[in-house]
């Protein structure tokens, strides 16, 4: 089994910049993507990112151009790199591990919050 740990939220100021990190602390076979989702105030959860095993990237309109997801196989780590933060980023982020037949692997959360 994986336990995936998020770390890297906080505040920020419009404008700013984050790095979010998620370590994986196993490895799994049956998983063919990480993904990074986030869930702001009153919202629905919205997928932001995905990498594939194959190293195939995927991002939601709204952060194309200024979130950059990568990752570290060494490390067994995914990033989010966060840029130009606005204030409706603010949300609960959070790491998963999609996995093929069975239940995705979900980390507990970071908060990022943008605001002057």
């Known amino acids: 089994q994986v336990q995936l740990v998020e770390s890297g939220g906080g505040l920020v100021q419009p404008g700013g910049s984050l790095r979010l990190s998620c370590a994986a602390s196993?490895?799994?076979?049956?998983?063919?993507?990480m993904a990074w989702y986030r869930q702001a105030p009153g919202k629905g959860r919205e997928r932001v990112a995905q990498?594939?095993?194959?190293?195939?990237?995927y991002y939601t309109n709204s952060v194309k151009g200024r979130f950059t997801i990568s990752r570290d196989n060494a490390k067994n780590t995914v990033y989010l790199q966060m840029n130009g933060l606005k204030p409706e980023d603010t949300a609960v982020y959070y790491c998963q591990a999609n996995r093929i037949g069975v239940n995705d692997y979900w980390g507990q959360g970071t908060q990022v919050i943008v605001s002057s």
């Open positions: 196993g490895i799994d076979p049956s998983i063919n993507a």
């Open positions: 990498i594939s095993n194959g190293g195939s990237t």
